[in-house]
């Protein structure tokens, strides 16, 4: 059974690191490009990062450049997202997600095959 299972979320404060972690299981992680979305209450989900299947392309959303970093391990079939600097507007549920496709692809058309449940992450004083 293929599964993403998303870890590491939390309350933070604003300026704070977290490291969001989505074990995967069922399926080659190398062969599939991986992403992180996001999606805050009354907003559409956003690609934040997404990385592909060999790490060779990356993608980052301008809002998040400079400060999130994606990297994975096949070997460890996880992926992760290192966010730094956090900031209140990072609030949400964040999900990671699988696809045989483009980072462009998935991060800016959201085309995803397979979905994690999502870790949500909360950025507050």
């Known amino acids: 059974q293929l599964k993403l299972v998303e870890s590491g979320g939390g309350l933070v404060q604003p300026g704070g690191s977290l490291t969001l972690s989505c074990a995967t299981s069922?399926?080659?992680?190398?062969?599939?490009?991986i992403g992180w979305f996001r999606q805050a209450p009354g907003k559409e989900r956003e690609g934040v990062s997404c990385?592909?299947?060999?790490?060779?392309?990356?993608y980052y959303a301008d809002s998040v450049k400079g400060r999130f970093t994606i990297s994975r391990d096949n070997a460890k079939n996880t992926v992760y997202l290192q966010i730094n600097t956090l900031k209140p507007e990072d609030t949400a549920l964040y999900y990671c997600?699988?696809?045989?496709?483009?980072?462009?692809?998935?991060?800016?058309?959201?085309?995803?095959?397979?979905w994690g449940q999502g870790t949500q992450v909360t950025v507050s004083s």
């Open positions: 990385i592909s299947d060999r790490s060779f392309n990356l």
């Open positions: 069922g399926f080659t992680l190398e062969s599939y490009a």
């Open positions: 997600g699988a696809a045989r496709a483009t980072v462009q692809s998935m991060c800016v058309s959201k085309i995803v095959d397979y």
